[in-house]
Structures are given as structure tokens and as C-alpha cells.
Nanobody, 115 residues
Framework: QVQLVESGGGLVQPGGSLRLSCAAS????????MRWYRQAPGKQRELVAF???????TYQDSVRGRFTISRDNAKTSVYLQMNSLKPEDTAVYYC?????????WGQGTQVTVSS
């Protein structure tokens, strides 16, 4: 059974930083690309960043240069380092994995950027 567990969210002031983590289990993690999504109140869930199994990355335009996605296959974890946070980054952040067996989501972690 595939499980994804996020952590690291919280309340931060504008301009601050947070590092989100997502621990995966029940799957050969190194074989799969990983995604971070976010969903703000009243808005659709949107893709923030992607990292392939080989480590190549892509970002949503609004976060490029501020956010960095990375992975540690030994720890079966993916990370999202978020710097220069803005109020519009406020959302619940989810990690996501797609395999031949299905699509998996974590429970989400709340990020609130406010002074």
C-alpha cells in the first residue's frame, strides 16, 4: 500500500522560508517522478513543481527561482524548499506520485504566509 506523508508546513511571514517534506512508503520510490501541488481556498489544485526519477525538475512560473524541489531516494523522500514566500503562496500543499497502479496523494500540509 502506497503512503505519502507530508510535513513541514506552518505560519511564516512574507519573505520567509519553509521546507516541506514528503515521505513515501510501499513503492520503489526511485522509479517514479514526484510532484508538489497546492490548493488555495476557493481555487483549483495546481501543480507547483515536478522532479523526475532522474532528478530533472520543472516549476510553475510563479514559483520558479523561489522554490526548489529535490529528492533523496535513500530516504524515499521528496522536498520542497520555499524561499521568499508571498501571501499568495498560502495553500495546502500536497505531494503526488503516479504509477501504473494508480495516483497517490498525501494528506496535505498547510502553509500560511502572513504578517
Amino acid at each position: 500500500q502506497v503512503q505519502l506523508v507530508e510535513s513541514g508546513g506552518g505560519l511564516v511571514q512574507p519573505g520567509g522560508s519553509l521546507r516541506l517534506s514528503c515521505a513515501a512508503s510501499g513503492i520503489i520510490f526511485s522509479l517514479y517522478g514526484m510532484r508538489w501541488y497546492r490548493q488555495a481556498p476557493g481555487k483549483q489544485r495546481e501543480l507547483v513543481a515536478f522532479i523526475s526519477s532522474a532528478g530533472s525538475t520543472t516549476y510553475q512560473d510563479s514559483v520558479r527561482g523561489r522554490f526548489t524541489i529535490s529528492r533523496d531516494n535513500a530516504k524515499t523522500s521528496v522536498y520542497l524548499q520555499m524561499n521568499s514566500l508571498k501571501p499568495e503562496d498560502t495553500a495546502v500543499y500536497y505531494c503526488n506520485l503516479r504509477s501504473g497502479g494508480g495516483e497517490y496523494w498525501g494528506q496535505g500540509t498547510q502553509v500560511t504566509v502572513s504578517s
